[in-house]
């Protein structure tokens, strides 16, 4: 027993000390011995130890090995980049964006489809094309002049009494009123010029008063004041296709007016509905929340909490109500609402709202505003009803009155649709979209870029799917930076639909492998590129996989090879699709392939520059007779594709691994221990299909243990090098001379 501290509490005369033991490595005490001073009768309650709890160890999340980064046009959808499946990319980026002969489909979109379909994830950037920069966006603002108006008569129940031609009854009175209606438009945009440079200025959340088009038909001139800003979630035509809905409901309503809201938070709560179309003949849809509500109650009053601690505010709630960017399970893509962003120009609202409670207060003092005065206008004027006009027993204002809708005008209700406005889709072409791959990859390259986060962008591959010959001789840089990356670059060129020469081919081969090798893998130790394929050739989709009839490169094939094998997001390898077993290396979606034999002479040029190729079976069916990289010493097996891909995954661990043990105060010993039985267990079980042997050496070196915060990691991969040529020849003898050993069989 180890007394640690010693604590006297004075009861009278009694004092106890407490005492504990520590057990190494835990925080967990022993049973704690009190010593009293004296026999008094009392009962010393310590409260409870809990020893439940236990360290939480550290798993790596399931990972894709194959985690390819695509870029695109979209139909809609986030602009920042996004790791999802088929399910997720049409949620968030719209099922036009790969349906064959939409304007959003080009070259990318058969192996996004393919990697898709094969029940892979991605790494999704949607791209904007010129013309489409602007968002869809809905500004709501009150027109209202100040006027005089009709004072109507009361039945016994509070509604207006009505004559025999329908109209309202008056007293024969004028009262202080207001003619109002609500007006929606886009938020425009205006050109700024600074100095010699002119830009564009979206003018979220500045909008202005200005005068309206409102009349009383006495002269008086209305005033028109915006009270929200709305903006989709991104560019493009689609987002007019996104639309809000207010209204005010009642007691009298079947779905009547909340009370609870009502009355804790002193306002009036008002109802609002989101809708979507995806097309614009579809009929609209719901969009829910985050926690799946086809509506949300809201209030105009800064800080409107309920009792139980409920916000109302709209400002406060309503982007958080419909996204979640970082959703707490990190295997969920986030959730974008219709939008993203919203003003409330609560100034404005206040100022209204202070002015049509005075009035109604004025006027009458009944129902919300019952014994109400003037000095009440400021605590009372956030039970306005701003969007029906009615107290909240349904009894109508007496002074607050709907004008003429005129332009733009429109009536609130729950089935009246306030549309966005603005988005167009732009220019989509493939001239444009390769500048925007481009400029894509300088920011990969960048050492000290956003893209040297391998947490938020863990993406391994990079394909080619028939970018210009300008950006592929550009695709090094994907692996320049990271060593967990590897590239596929193709020949093929989108819009070549009469095959190119083998000698083009080869030539093209040479020319992409000499700017891939720029980047070699490393200088420390001498190891020239290796993470990058070549694929020369081209096809057509199968048209019982796919409607596109336009050319695609043969690393299609590759693709969806890679994916099937080394896709799962379980991040293991599917050994049912290893490509080198069986007929796995067939083609199972190109037809009208190029280029399917050449001689040797010719091949061998290929080969030696770097490429890969297919040849036909004797079934007439292209197979890939060998998987290289673009190593150029064939003794090596980081010339074959396994391998590589092996090398690459063992980096991801390796930055894993760090985040698993750095900041670790721990003996030596122990650290060894864990840092070893946690890398082993990355790759057991046959992480790899069982056709590789990795062994992890662990190490504290001399220079570590004088730094003191240094160890060293080593993947070593024990792999086969691919077989790819045969010798053969035939020898005639004799069947008398065959030898007794002899395994001959009649044939």
């Given at each position: ?62 990972r ?96 207006f009494?009505?004559?025999s ?18 007006v ?60 809000i809905?207010?209204?005010?409901p ?18 009036y ?31 105009l ?89 009615r ?9 607050y ?5 005129g ?40 050492p ?55 000698a ?34 081209s ?28 896709g ?16 796995n290396?067939?083609f ?10 050449a ?35 064939d ?12 090398h ?23 650290f ?76």
């Amino acid at each position: 027993m180890h007394t640690l501290f010693t604590i006297q509490f004075k009861n009278g005369k009694t004092t106890f000390t407490l005492n504990y033991k520590p057990k190494y490595g835990d925080s967990e005490m022993s049973k704690v011995d009190i010593y009293v001073s004296n026999a008094t009768p009392y009962s010393f309650h310590l409260g409870t130890d809990d020893k439940s709890g236990k360290v939480q160890t550290l798993k790596s999340l399931p990972r894709p090995m194959h985690l390819p980064f695509f870029l695109f046009y979209g139909q809609k959808g986030t602009l920042d980049e996004v790791m999802v499946d088929g399910a997720a990319f049409a949620k968030i980026y719209g099922t036009e964006t790969l349906r064959e002969n939409s304007p959003y489909f080009n070259h990318v979109s058969p192996f996004i489809k393919g990697v898709l379909e094969d029940g892979g994830t991605i790494l999704a950037k949607r791209i904007v094309p010129k013309g489409a920069e602007k968002l869809a966006s809905v500004r709501v603002s009150l027109e209202y002049v100040e006027t005089t108006v009709d004072e109507y008569q009361r039945d016994r129940e509070g509604n207006f009494v009505k004559d025999s031609r329908g109209g309202f009854t008056t007293t024969g009175k004028q009262i202080p009123g207001v003619l109002y209606r609500f007006v929606t438009d886009e938020i425009p945009t205006t050109e700024v010029t600074a100095g010699t440079n002119t830009y564009k200025n979206f003018e979220f959340g500045i909008g202005s008063e200005s005068v309206g088009d409102l009349t009383d038909g006495q002269g008086a001139t209305s005033k028109r004041v915006p009270l929200f800003d709305f903006v989709t979630n991104s560019p493009g035509a689609h987002g007019n296709l996104s639309g809000i809905s207010i209204w005010s409901p009642t007691s009298k309503d079947g779905s009547p007016i909340n009370h609870i809201a009502f009355s804790d938070t002193g306002s009036y709560p008002f109802r609002m509905q989101l809708v979507t179309k995806e097309t614009p003949t579809s009929n609209p849809v719901v969009a829910t929340t985050v926690a799946g509500a086809r509506e949300i109650d809201f209030s105009l009053k800064p800080e409107a909490v309920s009792k139980s601690g409920l916000h109302y505010h709209l400002g406060e709630t309503f982007v958080e109500l419909y996204n979640d960017l970082t959703p707490a399970n990190p295997l969920l893509p986030p959730t974008f609402g219709p939008f993203t962003r919203l003003y409330v120009y609560q100034n404005n609202i206040d100022a209204v709202l202070e002015l049509f409670t005075t009035k109604e207060i004025s006027a009458e003092q009944r129902g919300d505003f019952s014994g109400a005065t003037s000095t009440d206008v400021a605590a009372k004027k956030y039970l306005f009803n701003l969007f029906g006009g009615r107290h909240s027993d349904g009894d109508p204002y007496q002074t607050y009155r709907q004008g003429e809708l005129g332009t733009n005008g429109v009536i609130l209700g729950s089935n009246s649709v306030m549309w966005a406005k603005g988005g167009t889709d732009g220019d989509m072409n493939d001239a444009d979209f390769a500048k925007a791959v481009e400029a894509w990859l300088e920011e990969v390259a960048d050492p000290n870029g956003k893209y040297m986060d391998n947490v938020s962008y863990n993406d391994s591959t990079f394909w080619d799917t028939g970018f210009p010959l300008e950006t592929k001789l550009k695709m090094g840089k994907y692996i320049a930076t990271r060593k967990d990356r590897w590239v596929c670059v193709s020949t093929h060129v989108a819009g070549e639909e009469q095959p190119i020469s083998i000698a083009e081919e080869n030539t093209r081969v040479a020319a992409i492998r000499s700017a891939v090798r720029l980047f070699a893998d490393s200088s420390i130790y001498g190891t020239g590129a290796y993470r990058a394929v070549i694929v020369a050739g081209s096809g057509r989709i199968d048209k019982t996989v796919s409607s596109y009839k336009k050319r695609v490169p043969k690393s299609y094939e590759l693709c969806r090879i890679v994916s099937k094998y080394w896709g799962a997001s379980i991040g293991r390898a599917n050994s049912t699709y290893d490509y080198t077993e069986g007929t796995n290396n067939f083609f199972k979606y190109l037809v009208d392939v190029t280029n399917s034999w050449a001689p040797y002479q010719v091949r061998n040029e290929t080969w030696a520059s770097g490429g890969m190729w297919s040849e036909r079976s004797d079934r007439k069916v292209d197979f890939f007779p060998a998987f290289r990289t673009v190593y150029d010493n064939d003794s090596s097996t980081l010339t074959t594709l396994r391998p590589m891909l092996v090398h690459v995954e063992l980096n991801k661990i390796g930055y894993e691994g760090h985040r698993a043990f750095t900041g670790k105060d721990w003996p030596e010993d122990r650290f060894l221990q864990e840092a070893t039985d946690w890398y082993y267990d990355q790759i057991k079980d046959y992480k790899f299909g069982g056709k590789v042997e990795v062994e992890w050496s662990i190490e504290v070196t001399k220079l570590d243990k004088e730094k003191g915060y240094m160890w060293h990691t080593e993947g070593i991969v024990y792999a086969d090098g691919q077989r790819t040529v045969q010798v053969f020849n035939t020898t005639n003898m004799r069947r008398s001379d065959k030898p007794e050993n002899s395994p001959a069989i009649v044939a």
